[in-house]
């Protein structure tokens, strides 16, 4: 809250006051700080493909933010350089965390599940990696399980659960490394309508609990506005960010968002953005 408006409403500061308003703000102060900055970044791929073209981008700490844009238009590449998977061929991308402080987590669209391994030792990976042995792990994969709904299915296998249920296994295996970002590549696409929905408010409400910084990926617009802080819009040929929406309605969002006049103008102005920036293409 801006300084501005204490002062307005409480013009007699007692101390105790003083304290808790310096404390608030503080709080403020990090939340609506950069963690990860993308500044005129391109990257062309080696085959001369012009993924991305003078992107900056700003994500603020603890801020749930979605990117919607047509197939090929680099939303996945844009995700890829954030995690470091792949270098911006110009232009900056810089962390406000160290590298020790930064957690990240990906999930990815297909649940990229090992089918030969079961839910608990599919969860158990990134933390093998690590070095942690199953047993000194055990109960923090109960937990990860236990946060995305999941009880009762440790044993089985991939094969043995339903799309919704491999999603969750996914996005526990993020969890499961306690991470700060959450880097998500359209994990919710070849769901079906109502798990997707579910697994929307589910994910909504981790957010809320967790405080994660999220940056989304989606081709769903409807998606993107139930979710997000903010939705940043972008468009093909090439690559880049056309415009910026900030979501304004408070969270927890619920059905009645879901089927309110301000979520249908808030989509249909994303609707607009991405057919005014089809009929600009540079290319
Ligand atoms: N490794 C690669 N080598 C060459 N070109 C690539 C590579 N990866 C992506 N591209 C190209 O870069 C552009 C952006 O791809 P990207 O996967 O980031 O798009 P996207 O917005 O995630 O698309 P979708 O919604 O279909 O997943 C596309 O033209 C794609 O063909
Ligand atoms: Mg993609």
Redesign the pocket.
Known sequence: MPLALYAKETPKLSAVNVFFRLLTLSVDAVMFSPVVTLNQVD?V???G????QGVDLEVLQGEFVS?V????????????LIAGL?QASEGEIYWQMTDAERQLAFVF?DAALMPWASVIDNVHLPLKLKGRSLSAARADIYQALHLVDLQGVEKRYPRQLSGGMKMRVSIARALVTQPNVLLM??PFGALDEMTRSKLNSDLVNLWQQYHWTVIF?T?NIYEAVYLSNRVVV?A?HP?RVVAEITIEAPYPRDDAFRTSHRFSDYCREIFAQLSLAETTAIA
């Open positions: 990257k791929y080696p085959n493909t012009v993924a991305l990117l844009g047509p197939s090929g238009c680099g939303k996945s590449t844009v995700l890829k792949g669209q590549d359209e990926v081709h972008m093909a690559g």
